[in-house]
């Protein structure tokens, strides 16, 4: 049964790139959001006849008293569980976006250019089209409300990955108009708070938070291209097996 | 005795491959909403360090 081989193959890419994935994040991501961390607590003393800073736009509405896992092992090994089952929600995506491409394609050739393309694709939509308007955030910097950014984060991960599927599948010579899809949440803009990132930290805190800050986006776009060089070669390995196993077909 | 020419036919032939296929994708999206976006208390601190490295709007 196809559905069988895609949740199973799904989980197998999964494991494979979510180990990858955390074993990067550990060595250069994990340890700015660390650093970052000592300074969460930490809130400027009000300015005399300054601005509230109450409002800084970051709502923090999780509960103090909430379960969390411990530093250390068990906070690395959710981690972990959370990485593996991202990348098998991913992978499900990819391999469904993918043997649908397999079926309606006249060529049955599938290799490691496939999975480059289709691993860059993957990037494109989910990292890197969502992180130009929405940086990736160290813990205890100010945004807009959750809300606000989840729906555009949504928004510009609906339109980028179908203006690449009109431009690689469409069928008419306008078929590389689709691109200005991906233009168009860049256009009306993300959802960004109205005071500075860390306006309400001490100026020494702040100037440290924006360097940790500039340090993780790029950590965190080198361990994504890292994730999914590794999940869209996976991929490919995976929609080949599926395809000579004859089950693509009606 | 009358033997039957043939056995019931499997399960994957009554479900049509679209349907398979967008059955997969869909449970992928679930699974991306509940590891990305699900704002209760305990899945967002275990999933939190997930969350900022992979650019999910979090807290």
Same mark, same amino acid.
């Given at each position: 049964m196809l559905f069988r081989r895609l949740v199973l193959y799904a989980l197998l890419v999964g494991a494979v790139a979510g180990l990858v994935l955390t074993a990067v994040q550990f060595w250069q991501v994990i340890p700015i959001i660390q650093s970052a961390e000592v300074y969460e607590g930490e809130v400027a003393p009000p300015i005399q006849g300054?601005?509230? &800073?109450?409002?800084?736009?970051?709502? &923090?509405? &999780?509960?103090?008293n909430a379960w969390t896992p411990q530093d250390g092992l068990e906070r690395t090994g959710y981690t972990l569980l959370s990485n593996v089952l991202t990348a098998a929600g991913l992978g499900l995506v990819l391999l469904a976006a993918m043997v649908t491409a397999a079926r309606s394609s006249t060529t049955t050739r599938i290799d490691w250019r496939h999975g480059l393309l289709w691993g860059a694709s993957g990037y494109a939509v989910f990292w890197l089209s969502p992180a130009l308007g929405l940086p990736p955030e160290i813990p205890g910097a100010a945004a807009a409300s959750l809300e606000a950014r989840q729906l555009w984060w949504l928004f510009a991960v609906v339109c980028s990955a179908a203006g690449l599927a009109g431009f690689a599948f469409?069928?008419?010579?306008?078929?590389?108009?689709?691109?200005v899809l991906i233009v168009i949440p860049h256009l009306v803009g993300a959802p960004h708070p109205e005071?500075?990132?860390?306006?309400?930290?001490?100026p020494e805190a702040a100037a440290e938070l924006e360097k940790l800050a500039r340090q993780f986006y790029g950590a965190t776009a080198v361990a994504n291209a890292v994730f999914w060089l590794v999940l869209g070669l996976t991929s490919t390995w995976a929609v080949r097996r599926i395809v000579m196993s004859n089950a693509i077909h009606d | 005795m009358q033997i039957h020419a043939?056995?019931?036919?499997?399960?994957s032939a009554t479900i049509s491959k679209p349907l398979q296929i967008a059955g997969a994708f869909l449970l992928g999206i679930v699974i991306l909403y509940a590891a990305g976006?699900?704002?209760t208390s305990a899945v967002h601190n275990a999933a939190h360090d997930m969350r900022h490295s992979q650019g999910f709007p979090c807290h």
């Open positions: 300054g601005a509230d &800073h109450d409002h800084a736009g970051h709502d &923090h509405e &999780h509960d103090a469409g069928k008419s010579p306008w078929r590389w108009a689709s691109l005071v500075a990132m860390f306006a309400d930290k001490p | 043939s056995v019931a036919a499997p399960v976006f699900v704002s």
